[in-house]
């Protein structure tokens, strides 16, 4: 069967995050649906960017490394240009970048929680807000927000009050922008996965939670990052035309118990 609204080809996507775990994955995945990519990530990133970007040039699209950090708007700004000066322009933009850590909210820091929403919340605004001045310029664009099911729901047995309020705060973001700039060619959504393997959940402290989170889902396992590539590469295509404002859980169906 053919499926011409699925293809990518000649548009290019931006990935923040696009060194590591979900990020790499979906920047690799994009450009294996025919997308030109431009990989955003944090300077400490350089090795996994360029293996980002070997893996996509055996995909046999072009890709580029942007240093950023996402709590930094002017950063933001630049690599944005930067990404249309070398790449064209921007179509298509998954925001990744993203951090975790618990602690007790009753023993947690101002700066544990200010780092949190300015990563996790703001870092997302500033990201939309600058793709958006330049889709908007273009008449079109698809920006997919990267949020948690923990938007949803409160993970039982951890302490992050301020992870879940960050992605709550990504999705109904989403929501807003996707509504401020829906008669204006930019569909905005946002992906809410459960818990998927990657280094933000590999540490040997996770190791038993990690064991009770695959008995808890429904699936009976942890995602991976291949299991986010086909849902972001439909809500970044023409497949998804009528789709904005949405929230899609990937989540072995953890959230449906
Ligand atoms: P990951 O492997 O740690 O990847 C996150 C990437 O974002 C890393 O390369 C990280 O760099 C980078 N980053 C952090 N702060 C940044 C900043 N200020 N500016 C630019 N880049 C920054 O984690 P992941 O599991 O792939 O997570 C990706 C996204 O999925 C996150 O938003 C996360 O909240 C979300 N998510 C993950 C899961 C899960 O179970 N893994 C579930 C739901 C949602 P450093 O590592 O150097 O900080």
């Not at 200010?114 to 908007?136: D, K, P, W």
């Not at 302490?159 to 008669?183: C, I």
């Not at 396992?221 to 590539?229: E, H, N």
Request: aromatic share 6%; charged share 20%; net charge negative.
């Amino acid at each position: 069967m053919s499926t011409p609204r699925f293809d990518l080809t000649g548009r290019t996507a931006l990935v923040t995050g696009a060194g590591s775990g979900i990020g790499q994955r979906l920047a690799v995945g994009l450009a294996e649906a025919g997308a030109d990519v431009g990989c955003l990530d944090l300077e400490r990133q350089r090795p996994g960017l360029a293996e980002t970007i070997d893996r996509i040039g055996t995909a046999g699209r072009r890709a580029i490394t942007l240093i950023a950090d996402v709590t930094d708007a002017d950063q933001v700004d630049a690599a944005i240009e930067a990404h249309e000066s070398q790449l064209g322009p921007l179509r298509i933009a998954v925001n990744c970048a993203g951090i975790n850590h618990s602690a007790r909210a009753e023993e947690m820091t101002d700066a544990d929680w200010q780092r949190m929403m300015s990563v996790n919340l703001t870092g997302v605004f500033y990201c939309c807000r600058a793709e958006s001045r330049r889709m908007l310029h273009h008449g079109a664009g698809s920006i997919i927000n990267i949020a948690s099911m923990s938007a949803t729901i409160a993970n039982r047995g951890l302490w992050q009050v301020h992870y879940n309020t960050s992605k709550a705060g990504v999705k109904h973001l989403t929501t807003s922008l996707a509504l401020e700039w829906a008669l204006r060619g930019i569909r905005v959504n946002s992906i809410s996965p459960g818990y998927i393997a990657t280094p933000m959940i590999s540490g040997p402290e996770w190791k038993t939670k990690t064991d009770r989170f695959a008995d808890e889902t429904p699936m009976g396992r942890l995602g991976t990052p291949d299991d986010l590539v086909g849902p972001t590469v439909f809500l970044a295509s023409d497949a998804a035309a009528y789709c904005t404002g949405t929230d899609l859980l990937v989540d072995g169906g953890f959230t449906g118990w």
